[in-house]
C-alpha cells in the first residue's frame, strides 16, 4: 500500500494556492443563514476587541491613582479616595462587559453552529439528489461525500468564528500598540515578531494534517463500513453464525492502529516545533518585560505606565498568538472546505429532455443496438442489443448473474446512457423525454428493493410520491399487490413501523417485504411499463408462479418486462431474451426457443428435472 510522504508537497502546494478563496464564500453562507445573529456577533466581536486596551488603561489610572492619594496623605495628611474608587468603579463596569460580549459571542456562535449545520447537510443532501447513479457507484465519489461529510459541516462556523477571532484580536492589539507606542516603537515589533515562529510551524503542520486526512479516506470509510457490519441488524445473522465479529473486529482496530501511527508522528511533531519556537514568543515577552521594569526604576516611567504596558504586553502577546492562531485555523478551515465545495460542485449534466410525449404512441420500447460500458469497466456490459417490446406485450429476460439484464433496466429508467445505439419510447429517443415524464410511466421492483424503516403504509408510498401518505392509495395498492391481507391483520395496519431501528417496529419476513416492494410498483398507476426484477427470488417456485400469474392479469395491456432464473415462470412471457456476456444469443417465445434446442431449451429441461 502507497504511504504518505511528507516531504511530497509540491504539487499540493500548488493545488492549494489561493486556498483562502473559500473564506468570503464560508461569510457568505454564515451571512444568509441569520443575518441577525451575524449583525450580533459581530458588533459582540468588536465591543470584546476594544474593551480589554480600555481596562488596562484604566488600570494604570487606578495604580497612578493611589500612588498620588498616598503622597498626597503622607505630605498633607489628608486621605482622598473618591477619584480611585471611581476608576475602580469603571473597572469593574469594563470587565462586566468584556464578560457579557464575550458570553453573548458564546451564544452567537452556539446557535450559528447549529443552523449552519444543519443547513451545510441539507445542501450535502440536495446535491445526492441531482446526481446520477454512475456518481454513487464510483469509489472516488464516495471519498468525496465521505471527506465532505465528516468535517465540512462545522468548517464554515469555525472560519467564521475565527474571522471574527482574528478581527477582535486585531482591534486589541491596534488598541495595545496606541498605548504600547508611547513606551517605544519597538516594543510594538518585538510583539508582533515573537509569535510568528510558532505560527510558521503551526500554519506547516495544519497543511500536512488535511493532506494526511485527505489521503486516507479510503480506510476511514472502510472503518466505517466495518462498523455497519459490525453493528447492524441486517449484518448480525450472519456475522453470528459464521464467527465474522472477531476477524472484521482484528481489521477494524488494525486500520485505526496505521491511522494512529500516523497521527502519532504528525502530532509529536507539531508540538515539538510548537513547543521550541513558542520558547522565541516567551523570551521576547519577558525581554519586555524586563526592559520596563528597568524603565520604572530609572524613572522614566510612572508605576501605574509599568503596571499598564506589562497588561499590554502579556494582553498583546496573547492576542498576537491567537491572531496567528487563527490565520492558521483559518488556513485549515479553508482546506476542508475546499472538500465540501469539491463536492457541491461535483459536475452533473443538465437534465437534456424536456418532452413529455413520443411521435408514434403505441410504438412501446425499442433497443437499436444498444451498448453500454460501465465506467472503469474493461469489458462491456451490454453489447448491440436489439429489443422491441409493443403494449400489451411481456418480455423476459434469462441469463446467469452478470450478463447484463440488470443494466438493460438502468438503461430503460435513464439510470444510465447508452454509449450508442438509442432507446425509444413512442418513437421517441428517452434522451429526448422529460425524465420525471418517463420515468412516471415505468414501475420498477429490484432484486434488492428498499426495506425503508417506516410506516408500512409509507413503504408502499414510496412507488408513487405524488401519493405518498395517500392511505386509500396504499390500500388499492396493497389489494393488487397481495399485501392487504397480511397488513390488515396487524394490529397498527397501515401505521405499523417497520424494521428494528425504531421503537415498537415490527420485521416483515422476506416474503412478506416482496409483497410490499410489489404494492409500490402499483402506486404508480400511470405507469404502463412495469418491471419485475428478480425481486422473488426467495419465494418457491409456486409462490413465484401465482404471484406472476397474478400479476399479469393485472397488467394486461401494458408492457411487462421479467428478469427471473425460474423457467417455469419465465415461459408464460410473449417474448424471452436470452443474455450471455451482454449480448442477446436467443430470441422469441417459450416454443420457439425449445424447438430450437439451444442454451435456453438445455437449461428449462434441466431445471425442469429439478422439479420432477
Excluded at 429489443?387 to 435513464?414: D, F, Q, W
Aim: proline share 3%; charged share 20%.
Amino acid at each position: 500500500m502507497k504511504r504518505y510522504d511528507w516531504n511530497d508537497d509540491t504539487h499540493l502546494t500548488r493545488r492549494f494556492v489561493g486556498i483562502f478563496r473559500y473564506s468570503r464564500r464560508a461569510l457568505e453562507l454564515v451571512w444568509s443563514t441569520r443575518r441577525d445573529l451575524t449583525i450580533v456577533l459581530a458588533l459582540l466581536t468588536l465591543i470584546a476587541g476594544v474593551l480589554p486596551a480600555a481596562a488596562a488603561w484604566v488600570g494604570q489610572l487606578i495604580v497612578d491613582g493611589v500612588v498620588a492619594a498616598i503622597d498626597v496623605h503622607r505630605r498633607l495628611g489628608i486621605t482622598e479616595t473618591s477619584q480611585v474608587l471611581a476608576f475602580v468603579a469603571l473597572e469593574a463596569a469594563i470587565i462586566a462587559a468584556i464578560a457579557a460580549s464575550q458570553r453573548g459571542i458564546s451564544v452567537c456562535q452556539s446557535l450559528l453552529r447549529a443552523l449552519l449545520g444543519q443547513r451545510i447537510n441539507v445542501m450535502i443532501l440536495q446535491k445526492a439528489l441531482t446526481l446520477r447513479l454512475a456518481h454513487f457507484e464510483d469509489s472516488e465519489f464516495y471519498d468525496k461525500l465521505t471527506r465532505a461529510r465528516r468535517e465540512a459541516s462545522t468548517r464554515p462556523l469555525s472560519l467564521v468564528n475565527r474571522t471574527f477571532g482574528l478581527v477582535q484580536n486585531g482591534i486589541s492589539l491596534i488598541s495595545y500598540g496606541v498605548l504600547l507606542v508611547q513606551f517605544s516603537p519597538w516594543a510594538v515589533v518585538i510583539l508582533v515578531l515573537g509569535g510568528v515562529p510558532a505560527f510558521a510551524a503551526e500554519a506547516k503542520f495544519s497543511g500536512d494534517k488535511f493532506r494526511l486526512f485527505r489521503w486516507r479516506s479510503p480506510e476511514s470509510r472502510m472503518q466505517m463500513y466495518l462498523e455497519t457490519v459490525l453493528a447492524r441488524e441486517d449484518y448480525a445473522k450472519e456475522v453470528k453464525l459464521y464467527r465474522l465479529g472477531p476477524k472484521l473486529l482484528d481489521r477494524y482496530q488494525q486500520i485505526f492502529e496505521q491511522l494512529y501511527a500516523e497521527d502519532r508522528i504528525l502530532t509529536l511533531k507539531r508540538d515539538f516545533w510548537g513547543f521550541l519556537l513558542g520558547l522565541i514568543g516567551t523570551a521576547a515577552f519577558y525581554g519586555a518585560y524586563a526592559w520596563i521594569a528597568v524603565s520604572a526604576i530609572q524613572g522614566t516611567i510612572t508605576l501605574g505606565q509599568m503596571t499598564m504596558y506589562l497588561l499590554l504586553f502579556r494582553q498583546g502577546q496573547a492576542a498576537v498568538s491567537a491572531s496567528l492562531s487563527s490565520i492558521s485555523g483559518m488556513y485549515e478551515d479553508n482546506l476542508y472546505l475546499s472538500n465540501l465545495y469539491e463536492y457541491l460542485e461535483q459536475e452533473v449534466p443538465a437534465p437534456s429532455g424536456l418532452l413529455t410525449a413520443g411521435p408514434r404512441p403505441g410504438d412501446g420500447v425499442r433497443f437499436e443496438n444498444v451498448s453500454f460500458t460501465y465506467p472503469g469497466s474493461p469489458e462491456p456490459a451490454l453489447r448491440d442489443i436489439t429489443l422491441h417490446l409493443k403494449p400489451g406485450e411481456s418480455l423476459a429476460l434469462v441469463g446467469e448473474n452478470g450478463s447484463g439484464k440488470t443494466t438493460l433496466i438502468k438503461l430503460l429508467t435513464r439510470l444510465y446512457t447508452p454509449d450508442s445505439g438509442r432507446i425509444t419510447l413512442d418513437g421517441l429517443d428517452l434522451q429526448e423525454w422529460n425524465t420525471e415524464s418517463l420515468r412516471a410511466r415505468i414501475g420498477v421492483i429490484f432484486q434488492d428493493f428498499g426495506r425503508y424503516q417506516l410506516r408500512v403504509g409509507e413503504n408502499i408510498g414510496a412507488g408513487d410520491m405524488t401519493s405518498f401518505e395517500d392511505r386509500n392509495r396504499w390500500k388499492e395498492a396493497a389489494e393488487k399487490g397481495m399485501a392487504a391481507s397480511f397488513i390488515e391483520a396487524m394490529p397498527e395496519g397501515y401505521d405499523t413501523q417497520l424494521g428494528k431501528w425504531f421503537k415498537g417496529g415490527r420485521e416483515l419476513s422476506g416474503g412478506q417485504w416482496q409483497k410490499v416492494a410489489l404494492s409500490r410498483a402499483f402506486m404508480r398507476t400511470g405507469a404502463d411499463i412495469l418491471v419485475l426484477d428478480e425481486p422473488t427470488a426467495t419465494m418457491d417456485a409456486r409462490a413465484e408462479a401465482m404471484l406472476f400469474e397474478h400479476f399479469r392479469e393485472l397488467c394486461r395491456g401494458k408492457m411487462t418486462i421479467l428478469i427471473s432464473h425460474r423457467f417455469s415462470t419465465v415461459r408464460m412471457a410473449d417474448q424471452i431474451a436470452v443474455i450471455h456476456n451482454g449480448a442477446i444469443t436467443e430470441h422469441g417465445a417459450h416454443s420457439e426457443l425449445m424447438a430450437r434446442a439451444g442454451q435456453y431449451a438445455e437449461l428449462f429441461t434441466l431445471q425442469a428435472k429439478g422439479y420432477s
